[in-house]
């Protein structure tokens, strides 16, 4: 793609118009996925694993299928089964079907409380839920492994007595079995740059540490759901909140043995997924039961079923040593992640493996990571998957070299950075980024130079890095004769990419923001879009959007060129218009958009802009945060007292939407890092799976979150854009560690930093 | 939810009649922020939820300089908040009142039914007991009144008996050189259940404490009026080390379990921390400083 | 079983009958019985505000009331808050600051800050943050929320 400076005259890029989408949304009008009605439609409820490991001896659904209003009861055994085949499940990964299926309704046995067991639909909900209570379930209950290091061992129960070690190369991609016997560790990831032994024998200074993190959820507001229709022709109709409606159908059909053809995904909004609702829970279950019933069927996930069931992002045991001389110059590092993949392979351990070190040039690194099976969820995506605990790891050991050394933090780190040409130790080189200049901003901004007052008080601060991902996206755009242009898109708007994508398409016709209607359509209205997650909707959808408006253009100076009945390269288009060769009285040719557009009917019909656009590379973006904080010794609360942070965004297409991005990255940073956590009894049943008891930050945690977004344009866009969702999640844990540290001098090496936890520190043993 | 009815009595006994018939199904449903829930959990049986705000003396606040306030046991939270007698003479109340999850829960949650449900945790039942609560109770049997802080037995269990329910709660009238505050530790800023709570009361004469109640919730089965933490104050000097002594007695009564909120060791260690915080904040509102219950910790 | 029973209320101003089971929250009845799916389900327990509703004016979470409790009550949901003249103050703010992301969680926070203005016309950031600490957003951080409910108390 062609090398983009950002130039001063964009007129749509930058600003910041009212979303399209916005009114709908602040009336109450957004159709989300559990809003579907319908006529004669019916309501689906989930019977869920009361054991987090048992096998499943029998199920008899023969008193639940009696009581009156219960229309049909399924188990695993109605779904077709499944062969061991691979299918994608987006952003790259893979699972197999069989796992999928297993996940959307237990096989053999149950490996995680709250695991689906059978599903019901009736005609009130509260039936419904009636009949779940009358289905009756034998388990031989076996030992459940709760711990990612127990179920390392050798002789810890093993979840799954096919599965093998495979070791992997690389986050992205399959690899080769290693392993003999029946084991938990699923796979097995290391990579090596130069020589670490000898690295660490150069250091002057090596701090070597160890850290847990456990699971936490993305938590979005809107539990699951998922309707279908399964029409008489075999065709059916799902409606579902989902970051990729695609994917959605692809997974349904593929686990309903259909072709993907026989299932369309109606367009409905989603409200938030940060990388939890890429995978399917209850649309099969959907689509079979009104497959058997003939009626509609809407399920709903309760929070409870929300945070038992579905994935959130893996605990983790990880332990980091970095040596640096005494001029501060890494020599070595040493990172070895262990991550929990809930019941099935596919923890973000690959991801976080080479996240780790991504901000600093380390001469020589070894990381070493390993997937590991436990009786917990199937992890998902959650915000740069991986990232936040490995970097957590890193940056609260950097700070302690730094402090070692004597340092200033944002001096060490910029010594290190990592910047145009450097390679981070998975092999990859860096092209343009914005890595130092964010350390610049962090290092030069008021309130890093600010002085901070008062007892118990710190400041720390952290990098984080995310590659960002590209992949496919399609636009379809069609000219209005009112001089306006509609945009068929195939992104979930979960955060204003109908107006980030709408303004791209609009800056490259130059016409207005407001004059163009971008609509989310289903999935047979536009062509293949992968999931808005991996910060790509902005950066691809945007792309599809310019070249869209790219072939509007070519078409409008061809059709300019024949109203004018001139040759076709004396016109051209730019500034919102086409031009052409001076008439014979010497005036030159032009039209608006706007003029011609009104001419189009008349002239050989409307014209349509498309495009399809599917990039293995996308910019990454670095983000820098600081916090300061003020902890009470007494109680081992800490209070957020500033927070800022700085990101290159690339370009910002709709600066408050970045900001946003940035702001809601923080604020989910540090729930993880304070007061977010999953609670297990020795039984492996969860113990807070409530909103009251898992503990997302409220109004009252957070203070105003100041953002500088640094804009250092990606060449590979054409706008420049990077994508901003996900990196701001990753440094607001070791942030605020390295704050602590600051405030009272105790360092956390367990997330979350919660009360109960500093307490743990800062009281005397009981006597 | 299970199956079940919704009846809504107008008097007192119609209340008694609709409870006494329904058994041990029949809830009183107040402000229904925990009976609800409870409902929709299926985790008792609750097959008759009877509403009691269509009682007027259920919702009742009253208010006289000699004989003190009663409140309604259904009263709202933003109810308490909103009347100025409860706000001038009562700021504990307030304290609580203001405390108890979001504003969406305090519009419907109640003194009342934060002590029938009898959580250890229950965020305004220190405040009650240290405001020396009486519980107004009616039934088959008549009228009866208990001390609040006789009214807990357990985690989830109290005094009432078939077909009995909490009709209102009276305090005395506040004392001139009377003060109190309750607090509560939670890890988050707002919407939590109390890791630790708790509420003092003092009457001062000059330095000297006249007479005090000092009360810890979610450290034992229900909460606790400490003795011990009065014995340490009354007839003495209000210095560090008398304060210091009550929220020793008060780390010494709790007798806490470990879960999901809270560890044993946290839980006592923070019922000496907010035994001597809240000690010294009602002195300081006994001596008349104007303390807010929010933003002012 | 089903055991239905018929309500009513005012709903947005206008006086309405509608059935409802025994069982049913407001909410389950404002969603499924009555088609206003403006309210939304977070949690079901009170500690989300996503189903922030007004009820005879008083903030209330509709997932904690029973239907039957409505009876001959006053509901205003997130459908009710735009007047004949266009989008209310907050509604415009939240626009006008970004103040949404998904949206699932805006028609409780519209509510609930509707509520505050009306109770306090001029509340400073933290009480704005404290009165909203009931409402949970995984979006935005609250921060544009908060702008947009101090900027629209300031119109």
Same mark, same amino acid.
């Given at each position: ?160 007595? +096919? ?47 160890? +850290? ?63 990388? %939890? ?37 893996? %605990? ?222 902005? +950066? ?228 | ?8 009595? =107008? =008097? ?57 306030? =009663? ?12 009347? $100025? ?12 009142? =203001? ?9 419907? /949650? ?172 009602? $002195?300081?509102? /006994? ?11 | ?155």
């Amino acid at each position: 793609m062609v090398a983009t400076e950002k130039p001063d005259s964009y007129q749509v890029v930058g600003t910041r118009p009212i979303r399209h989408d916005g009114t709908d949304k602040v009336t109450g009008r957004a159709g989300y996925g559990a809003d579907y009605q319908a006529a004669g439609m019916l309501f689906g409820r989930v019977l869920r694993s009361p054991h987090a490991h048992a096998r499943i001896k029998s199920i008899d659904t023969s008193k639940a299928e009696a009581l009156e209003g219960v229309r049909g009861v399924i188990t695993n055994a109605d779904f077709p089964q499944p062969d061991d085949s691979q299918v994608e499940i987006g952003e790259g990964a893979t699972t197999s079907a069989r796992w999928m299926l297993d996940n959307v309704l237990a096989g053999e046995k149950v490996l995680y409380t709250g695991h689906a067991v059978a599903a019901v639909a009736a005609i009130d909900p509260h039936v419904a839920e009636d009949a779940l209570d009358l289905i009756e379930v034998e388990y031989e209950v076996l030992e459940p492994v709760m711990d990612v290091r127990e179920a390392m061992d050798e002789n810890a129960p093993v979840l799954h007595e +096919f599965l093998r070690t495979e070791q992997i190369a690389s986050a992205f991609g399959g690899g080769e079995m290693v392993g003999a016997k029946p084991t938990n560790v699923a796979k097995f990831l290391e990579f090596k740059a130069g020589d670490a032994d000898a690295g660490f024998e150069e250091a002057d200074v090596v701090v070597e540490r160890e +850290f847990t993190t456990t699971m936490a959820h993305q938590g979005y507001i809107e539990p699951h759901n998922g309707s279908a229709f399964y029409n008489k022709d075999g065709h059916v109709t799902i409606w579902s909140s989902t970051q990729g409606a695609f994917g959605v159908r692809d997974m349904t059909a593929g686990l309903l043995q259909v072709p993907v053809s026989q299932v369309t995904c109606e367009p409905v909004e989603i409200g938030g997924g940060f990388g %939890g609702k890429i995978g399917i829970y209850l649309e099969p279950l959907a689509a079979l039961l009104s497959k058997q019933t003939g009626k509609p069927v809407k399920f709903t996930m309760t929070r409870q079923a929300v945070l038992e069931a579905t994935g959130p992002t893996s %605990g983790t045991y990880m332990r980091v040593k970095v040596g640096a001389k005494n001029d501060g110059t890494l020599t070595a590092a040493h990172v070895y992640l262990v991550f929990e993949a809930g019941a099935y392979p596919g923890s973000p351990m690959g991801a976080g493996a080479m996240c780790a070190l991504a901000p600093y040039q380390v001469p020589n690194a070894h990381v070493e990571g390993y997937d590991v099976v436990l009786n917990k969820p199937k992890v998902a995506a959650y915000r740069a998957p991986g990232a936040p605990a490995s970097e957590y790891a890193v940056e609260s050991v950097m700070d302690e070299v730094a402090q070692q050394l004597e340092l200033d933090p944002m001096d060490f780190r910029l010594k290190n950075a990592a910047v145009e040409g450097s390679r981070r130790p998975d092999g990859a080189v860096y092209g343009v980024i914005g890595n130092e200049e964010v350390m610049e901003v962090v290092k030069s901004s008021e309130h890093y130079r600010s002085e901070l007052q008062g007892e118990n008080r710190g400041r720390g601060v952290a990098m984080g890095f995310w590659f960002n991902v590209g992949m496919e996206s399609s636009a379809y755009a069609s000219v209005n004769a009112d001089g306006t242009v509609s945009l068929s898109l195939g992104s979930a708007d979960i955060g204003g990419t109908r107006a980030s994508i709408a303004m791209q398409l609009a800056e490259t016709l130059g016409i207005a923001a407001e004059d163009v209607k971008p609509q989310v359509v289903d999935t047979d209205s536009v062509g293949y879009t992968m999931v808005t997650g991996g910060s790509r909707t902005t +950066f691809a959808g945007g792309w599809a959007a310019y070249e869209s408006a790219m072939d509007i253009r070519r078409q409008l100076e061809e059709r300019a060129a024949a109203i004018w009945d001139v040759d076709r390269e004396q016109v051209s288009y730019g500034d919102g218009g086409v031009t052409g060769p001076a008439d014979d009285d010497g005036n030159e040719r032009s039209m608006t958009f706007k003029e011609l557009a009104g001419q189009l009917a008349g002239s050989g019909g409307m014209i349509q802009g498309r495009a399809d656009v599917n990039s293995m590379e996308a910019g990454p973006a670095f983000a820098g945060h600081i916090v300061d904080v003020e902890v009470d010794p007494e109680t081992g609360k800490v209070d957020i007292l500033r927070y800022t942070a700085v990101q290159d965004a690339g370009t910002a297409i709709h600066p408050s939407y970045v900001e946003g991005q940035i702001q809601g990255g923080v604020a989910q940073g540090v729930g993880m890092a304070l007061t977010e956590e999953y609670f297990y009894d020795d039984d492996g049943r969860m113990l807070n799976s409530s909103l009251l008891d898992y503990r997302m930050p409220t109004a009252l945690d957070l203070p105003m979150i100041e953002t500088h977004i640094v804009e250092v344009p990606n060449p590979g866009h054409p706008y420049g854009v990077r994508g901003v969702g996900e990196v701001p999640i990753v440094p607001p844990a070791p942030a605020i560690a390295n704050a602590i540290a600051d405030a009272i001098g105790l360092r956390m090496r367990d997330l979350p930093m919660s009360p109960r936890a500093m307490l743990e520190e800062l009281l005397p043993d009981e006597d | 939810m299970q199956a079940l009815k919704v009846v809504r009595p =107008t =008097t007192v006994a119609e209340a008694i009649e609709q409870l006494n018939e329904g058994g041990d199904g029949a809830r009183p449903l107040a402000g229904g922020t925990d009976v609800i829930v409870i409902a929709r959990a299926r985790v008792r049986n609750i097959d008759v939820l009877v509403d009691v705000k269509q009682i007027p003396e259920l919702t009742a606040i009253e208010w006289n300089p000699d004989s003190g306030l =009663t409140i309604g046991a259904a009263t709202p939270c933003y109810e308490l908040y909103g009347n $100025a007698d409860v706000v001038q003479h009562y700021p504990a109340i307030i304290d609580s009142a =203001t405390l108890i999850g979001g504003t969406g829960i305090q519009g419907r /949650a109640s003194f009342g039914g934060n002590l029938c449900n009898s959580s250890p945790s229950g965020d305004t039942i220190p405040t009650q007991i240290v405001l020396e609560g009486v519980a107004n109770i009616a039934g088959p049997n008549g009228e009866r009144s208990v001390p609040v802080e006789d009214f807990c037995t357990g985690p989830g269990r109290n005094v009432l008996g078939q077909g009995e329910f909490l009709v209102s709660i009276s305090f005395p009238a506040p004392d001139a050189n009377g003060g109190a505050r309750f607090l509560r530790f939670i890890p988050r800023n707002e919407m939590d259940i109390a890791v630790c709570n708790a509420a003092s009361a003092v009457k001062l004469d000059g330095d000297t404490v006249r007479w005090a109640r000092v009360s810890i919730g979610a450290v034992a089965p229900t909460p606790l009026l400490v003795q011990g933490a009065a014995d340490a104050l009354v007839g003495k000097p209000l210095t560090d080390e008398t304060i210091e002594a009550a929220a020793a007695a008060s780390r010494d009564a709790a007798t806490p379990i470990d879960d999901m909120r809270g560890s044993i060791k946290q839980r006592k260690h923070l019922s000496a921390v907010l035994t001597r915080r809240t000690l010294e904040q009602a $002195a300081r509102r /006994a001596r008349g400083e104007d303390i807010p219950s929010v933003g002012g910790h | 079983m089903t055991d239905r029973m018929i309500v009513s209320a005012t709903i947005n101003g206008e006086p309405l009958e509608f059935l409802a089971d025994q069982r049913d929250s407001l909410l389950e009845a404002l969603r499924e019985r009555i088609g206003l799916t403006g309210t939304k389900e977070g949690c079901n327990d009170g500690n989300c505000g996503a189903c922030s509703v007004l009820m005879d004016g008083r903030l209330v979470n509709s997932c904690l009331v029973m239907a039957a409790e409505v009876e001959g009550a006053d509901v205003t949901t997130v459908e009710g808050l735009a007047t004949e003249d266009g989008l209310i103050p907050l509604q415009q703010a939240f626009l006008e600051e970004a103040a949404l992301q998904c949206g699932i969680c805006t028609p409780g926070f519209l509510v609930a800050a509707k509520a505050l203005l009306d109770a306090n016309p001029n509340p400073t950031e933290y009480e704005a943050r404290y009165w909203l600490a009931g409402n949970l957003c995984r979006c935005t951080g609250y921060d544009k929320i908060i702008r947009a409910v101090l900027k629209a108390a300031e119109a």
